[in-house]
C-alpha cells in the first residue's frame, strides 16, 4: 500500500475544495475540481512546521540565505537550471505576482496574450486590470495533444500595442510541458517584438511519464532577461494554504518595478509558516515527490482504463505533467451547464467545466486526480451515474 492510498476526511477544514455546501450548495458532493490535493505534505515538511509552532513566535518574517539556497538546490537538481540567488523574489501566491507584473509592467492601453484553453486567472487578472487580451488558441492535433499556432502567436505579438505574453509551462489544463523548440521559438517572437514573457512553471515539478521541463529563461541570457518565472511549492508538495512563492527575475530593472508593487501592497513579508515549509519541501523533499508522481501516473492510467470500458465517449488527454485530466465530454453533445448539472445533481460529482479556461474549453471537464485511488474510483462511478 502506498502512503497516498490512505484517505483522509478534509470536511470541516475550512477547505475551498471541500467545503462544497459553500460553494456548490450541497453537502454530499465529491470534489475533484480546484487544483490541490488530498495528500498530506511530506513528513520533513510538517516537522519543520512543528519546529516552528513550538517555538512559539510568530514575528515579522523574511526568507533567508537558507531558503534561497534551498531553492537553488532545488532547481539545479531537479531542472539542471543554476540561478544567482540574487534573482529570487517572492509572492504570497502565483495569481498575486501575475496580477503584480501586469501593473508592473503594462499600462492600462496595452494588451496581453495568453493561450487558451488556460488557467482563466490568467485573462480574467488582466481584465481585472483593465487590459486588453489577445487570445492565440492553441491547436488540438490528430495526436489529441495541444500545440502552438506560431502564425496566430507571431500576429498578436506584433501588435503594437501587446506588451506582455502569459505562458504556462507546463501548461494547465491539458498538461503540455512545452518543448525546448517550442520554447525557443516563442522566446525568439518575443524579443523580436520586444513583448515581456510571464512564465507560470508552478506545475514544473509534476513531470509525468518521463517528460522533460525547460525553464525559458534557462535556454539563453536574453530569454532570461525578458522572462519573469514563476515557481512555488505550493502546487508540487501541496501548500497552497501556506501562501508562499518564488519570482525570479534576471533583469535588475523589471526586478526593482515589480519590488516596488510588492512594497506598493506591504507583500515585502512571508507568511512564516509558508517560508519554513518552502525551504524544507525544497531541501527534503525530492524522494517524496518521487513516489507522489508514481502514483499520480498510476491514477491516470487507471482512469484511462476506466473510461475505455464504461465511458468511451470521454477521451483522456494523457498528461504529461500535472495532476488535472483534461476530458474530451464533446462526443456526449451536451452543454457546459448540462453537463455541469447532470454531474453535480445525479453523480454528485464537482469538475471544472471546460468552458472557464476559455471558448475552446466548451464541451471538456477538468479532474483533479490528485487523491486516493479509492476516490478516484469514486468519482468515475459518479461520473459513469451521471453520464450513462
Ligand atoms: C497555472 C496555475 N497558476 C497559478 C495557480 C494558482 O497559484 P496560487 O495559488 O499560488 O495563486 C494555479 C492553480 O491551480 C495554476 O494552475
Redo the contacts with the bound molecule.
Keep these: 500500500m502506498s502512503r497516498f492510498d490512505q484517505v483522509i476526511n478534509r470536511k470541516n477544514t475550512n477547505s475551498v475544495k471541500w467545503d462544497t455546501k459553500k460553494i456548490f450548495g450541497m453537502e454530499d458532493v465529491l470534489p475533484m475540481w ?2 490541490d490535493m488530498d495528500f498530506p505534505a511530506p513528513d520533513e515538511v510538517i516537522d519543520a512546521l512543528h519546529s516552528r509552532a513550538d517555538h512559539g513566535i510568530f514575528g515579522y518574517t523574511m526568507p533567508g540565505t537558507n531558503t534561497e539556497i534551498a531553492i537553488q538546490g532545488w532547481l539545479k537538481t531537479r531542472h539542471n537550471w543554476e540561478i544567482d540567488k540574487d534573482i529570487i523574489t517572492y ?8 496580477s503584480i507584473a501586469i501593473q508592473a509592467y503594462t499600462g492600462s492601453e496595452d494588451k496581453i496574450v495568453v493561450q487558451p484553453p488556460v ?1 482563466y ?2 485573462f480574467e487578472m488582466a481584465k481585472k486590470h483593465k487590459r486588453e487580451v489577445l487570445y492565440n488558441q492553441l491547436i488540438l492535433n490528430s495526436d489529441n495533444r495541444y500545440e502552438i499556432d506560431f502564425a496566430d502567436l507571431e500576429e498578436k505579438l506584433s501588435d503594437n500595442m501587446t506588451k506582455m505574453f502569459i505562458l ?1 509551462n507546463p501548461h ?1 489544463p491539458g498538461g503540455r510541458v512545452w518543448s525546448k523548440e517550442e520554447l525557443t521559438k516563442i522566446g525568439e517572437l518575443c524579443i523580436k517584438h520586444d513583448v515581456l514573457i510571464i512564465s ?1 512553471d ?2 514544473s515539478d509534476l513531470l509525468l511519464f518521463d517528460s522533460h521541463y525547460t525553464p525559458i529563461a534557462s535556454i539563453n541570457k536574453a530569454f532570461a532577461e525578458q522572462t519573469i518565472t ?1 515557481i ?1 511549492p ?2 508540487t508538495f501541496n501548500l ?1 494554504g501556506l ?1 508562499a ?1 518564488a519570482v525570479l527575475i534576471t533583469n535588475d530593472t523589471l526586478k526593482r518595478k515589480y519590488n516596488a508593487v510588492l512594497q506598493l501592497y506591504g507583500l515585502m513579508t512571508v507568511n512564516t509558516f509558508g517560508s519554513d515549509a518552502m525551504e524544507a519541501a525544497y531541501k527534503h523533499g525530492g524522494k517524496w515527490l518521487n513516489e507522489l508522481i508514481h502514483y499520480l501516473e498510476g491514477n491516470v492510467r487507471f482512469i484511462e482504463n476506466f473510461l475505455n470500458e464504461h465511458l468511451p465517449d470521454i477521451k483522456v488527454m494523457r498528461p504529461e505533467a ?1 495532476y ?1 485530466v483534461w476530458l474530451d465530454a464533446r462526443n456526449l453533445k451536451k452543454t457546459d451547464d448540462e453537463l455541469k448539472n447532470l454531474l453535480l445533481t445525479k453523480g454528485k460529482i464537482a469538475l471544472e467545466p471546460g468552458s472557464k479556461f476559455g471558448k475552446n474549453g466548451a464541451g471538456y471537464l477538468r479532474m483533479n486526480i490528485a487523491c486516493p485511488r479509492e476516490t478516484v474510483k469514486d468519482g468515475l462511478d459518479r461520473l459513469k451515474n451521471a453520464l450513462t
Design positions: 480546484v487544483a509572492s504570497p501566491g502565483i495569481v498575486t505576482a501575475i488557467y486567472p490568467f504556462c494547465n507560470d508552478i506545475h514563476c512555488a505550493s502546487k497552497a501562501q512563492s500535472t488535472l
